[in-house]
T-cell receptor, first 114, second 114 residues
């Protein structure tokens, strides 16, 4: 069966520090991968999506970047965190066949920038 | 932007049916209706999806009007654990690209009360 792993679960980082969040998927190949962010009291916002290794699309301009070095690995990064980067970050995957049966989300990382 | 309209909140008594409405008056012929829910501090969970016909699974039923401009998610016997934010989303099911991305709105916060 397919599983998605996200870590760490919580993170407190000072302003200006770098960030690296990792997401891995098991039990499937060539998944579509996604990063979402949920700021406090707000809805889920799609940040990045990837349909293959090295293929990254950004949905909104921001202080973050994403990379997909391996088929089932998706990394969210920042060189210098801002206070506004605080939020709940979620990774998700869907099948490459269009994701007809929906996305599967990880358990999320709660990032607090101080 | 989300293509759906949902009430911001609803209450339901434990053991009763919860009926969550969703308007999607601009839905296209190739767009599916998806429902997800997000329990506090967790990743969204897929519930059900449909195109034209009513659908039922172990979690819920989805009733789509004949003109497809609205739908209702039914939780037949709500429990306290069903307290969550419920998202109604319309999307095409295509391979790759941004057309098929899940775009979340604000959802309906369902509170199941004893």
């Amino acid at each position: 069966s397919q599983t998605i792993h996200q870590w760490p679960a919580t993170l407190v980082q000072p302003v200006g520090s770098p960030l690296s969040l990792e997401c891995t998927v098991e039990g499937t190949s060539n998944p579509n991968l996604y990063w979402y962010r949920q700021a406090a009291g707000r809805g889920l916002q799609l940040l990045f999506y990837s349909v293959g290794i090295g293929q990254i699309s950004s949905e909104v301009p921001q202080n973050l970047s994403a990379s997909r070095p391996q088929d089932r690995q998706f990394i969210l990064s920042s060189k210098k965190l801002l206070l506004s980067d605080s939020g709940f970050y979620l990774c998700a995957w869907s099948s490459g066949g269009g994701g007809l049966y929906g996305y599967t989300f990880g358990s999320g990382t709660r990032l607090t920038v101080v | 932007d989300a293509k759906t309209t949902q009430p911001p909140s609803m209450d339901c008594a434990e053991g009763r049916a919860a009926n969550l409405p969703c308007n999607h008056s601009t839905i296209s012929g190739n767009e599916y209706v998806y429902w997800y829910r997000q329990i506090h501090s967790q990743g969204p969970q897929y519930i059900i999806h449909g195109l034209k016909n009513n659908e039922t699974n172990e979690m819920a039923s989805l009733i789509i009007t004949e003109d497809r401009k609205s739908s209702t998610l039914i939780l037949p016997h709500a429990t306290l654990r069903d307290t969550a934010v419920y998202y109604c989303i319309v999307r095409v099911a295509v391979y790759g690209g941004s057309q098929g991305n899940l775009i979340f709105g604000k959802g309906t916060k369902l509170s199941v009360k004893p």
